[in-house]
Nanobody
Framework: QVQLVESGGGVVQPGGSLRLSCTASWFILDHYAIGWFRQAPGKEREGVSAILSVSRGGPTYYKDSVKDRFTISRDSAKNTVYLQMNSLKPEDTGTYFC????????????????WGQGTQVAVTG
């Protein structure tokens, strides 16, 4: 069974950093587009960042509000995709999900086929 697992969330003060990780069981992340989405309380889920499959050259995409602050990357040896989040703001608070989709997925939109359970990020203080 395909399973994605996120980790790395937590509570951080504004201006702080977190690194989220997305790992997978039973399939190789390099073969898929991987997206990071977030959902704030009372709001719709939104695409934050995405990286296309290695076969597509692995280009990266970012929501405008996180450009120059967030970086998505792959570690193929660890079968992991990271989202490095710097200069965090209170509006970055939410549950962050990683998702895997076919190479033809629209990066920040989808459709993505497999989803993790999410990891909580709270920027407060």
């Amino acid at each position: 069974q395909v399973q994605l697992v996120e980790s790395g969330g937590g509570v951080v003060q504004p201006g702080g950093s977190l690194r989220l990780s997305c790992t997978a069981s039973w399939f190789i992340l390099d073969h898929y587009a991987i997206g990071w989405f977030r959902q704030a309380p009372g709001k719709e889920r939104e695409g934050v960042s995405a990286i296309l499959s290695v076969s597509r050259g692995g280009p990266t995409y970012y929501k405008d509000s996180v450009k120059d602050r967030f970086t998505i990357s792959r570690d193929s040896a660890k079968n992991t995709v990271y989202l490095q989040m710097n200069s965090l703001k209170p509006e970055d608070t939410g549950t962050y999900f990683c998702a895997a989709g076919t190479p033809d997925v629209v990066p920040l939109v989808g459709p993505y086929d497999y989803w993790g359970q999410g990891t909580q990020v709270a920027v407060t203080g």
